[in-house]
Nanobody
């Protein structure tokens, strides 16, 4: 069973940046369409960024132009570079397939606050 481990979250002021990482226990990123999700308190988990098998990317409007999804297949790691962070970006961030097929990791908490 593939294990996904997210890291890189933290407390950051509005306008700041963070880079999240998603490490997989197996080579999955080059053969699956992958995504970053986030779940704010009391809300559902939403997909916010996608990277396809071919490397094309897509984002929800609320993060477009601020977030960048990427991956390093050799390291079995996917990234989410988050810039110009806003308080509404506060959430626990997770990675999985765009159709979630593996057990969810513990996520990484991102808190944007002054």
């Amino acid at each position: 069973q593939v294990q996904l481990v997210e890291s890189g979250g933290g407390l950051v002021q509005p306008g700041g940046s963070l880079r999240l990482s998603c490490a997989a226990s197996e080579t999955i990123f080059s053969i699956n369409d992958m995504g970053w999700y986030r779940q704010a308190p009391g809300k559902q988990r939403d997909l916010v960024a996608v990277i396809s098998k071919s490397g094309s990317t897509n984002y929800v409007d609320s993060v477009k132009g601020r977030f960048i999804i990427s991956r390093d297949n050799a390291k079995s790691t996917m990234y989410l570079q988050m810039n110009s962070l806003k308080p509404e970006d506060t959430a626990v961030y997770y990675c999985n397939g765009i159709v979630p097929k593996w057990a969810w990791g513990q996520g990484t908490q991102v808190t944007v606050s002054s």
